[in-house]
């Protein structure tokens, strides 16, 4: 017997917007299937307007509404029977979150869960990470987002340490991570990886994708610290316009993918990797997962 459905989940963060439209397999006997069927990202940029202004602009309040409202036709569209909508550090520091997701309610009867630093870690982490890793090593998971990025580490298959740190492409783009924030940071990872002897890091977020496409190299092969440094300095070398002209990035992504390189790049560093793996995976994905697990926990009981 097969069950196929579809699941939802609206990812609301500090530099774009995504809707992940997946396909949920079941079939007697195996284990459930989690199939990627749409993903649409729209570039609000949050965290440009939060993390300067404290609030989100009347601009952007319509810009979400109007996506609220399309990601709704195009879930109906799609016969989607499940979806779950979470907002990141923007929506979270804003004056007038509460009242942004109050209108979307009201407009396209979408309701948005804000949610800490903590268990956006914590559904990234649940992630079903373990086709993508080898329980014999450890690994520091870093997923980069524009107001904060979510660290794991992960031993033996096991999460053994994790925090959100308010460190993100937005918030660096408009220099508003101070030099404490950094060394905290810096200090966090130390201590949470020196009793490893070898140790790699797991990248997600859509520059690290981004970065890994264009490295042409296989899935489930690592990007070095050697490449990522080179194209670092590459990246440096052009200018905002140059990136876009000449290295192909879209404009909402060729400025943030250098504070982007920053932070997988200290990461790398203060956990002593030489490798970092990117297994496409984040937030939106661990929503989808999530949906179902607590759908399946709630029909046995």
Known sequence: MLSIKKYAAIDIGSNAV??????????????????????????????????????????????ILDTMLAFKLLMKSHKVVKYKACATSAMRES????????????????????????EEAAII????????????????????GGGSTEF????EGIPAASRSFKIGTVRLLNDMVS??????????IKSHTSDYDKISVLGSGGNINKIFKISGKALGKPLTYFYLTSYYQLLQSYSYEERITELDLNQDRA????????????????????????????????IIKSIYYQTVSSNTQ
Do not use: C
């Not at 004056?95 to 903590?118: F, H, M, P, Y």
């Open 125 to 144: 982490a649940a992630t079903d990470l373990n086709s993508y890793i080898d329980k014999s090593k450890t690994y520091l998971y870093v997923d980069v």
């Open 179 to 188: 030099k404490e924030a950094w060394q905290e940071l810096e200090q966090w």
């Open 152 to 155: 794991t580490v992960i031993h």
């Open 95 to 118: 004056t007038n979150g509460k009242q942004v997701v109050d209108l979307v309610l009201k407009n396209s009867d979408i309701s948005i869960d804000i949610i800490e630093g903590e």
């Open 255 to 286: 400025d943030v993918i250098i504070p982007a390189m920053r932070i997988y790049l200290s990461s790398m560093k203060w956990s002593g990797a030489k490798n970092i793996y990117v297994p496409k995976i984040g937030l939106a994905d661990g």
């Open 18 to 63: 995504r809707l992940l439209i997946s396909n949920i397999i079941e079939q007697k006997g195996k284990p459930v299937q989690f199939k990627k069927n749409s993903l649409v990202r729209v570039p609000i940029r949050l965290g440009s307007d939060v993390f300067i202004h404290n609030k989100i602009s009347k601009e952007n309040t319509q810009r």
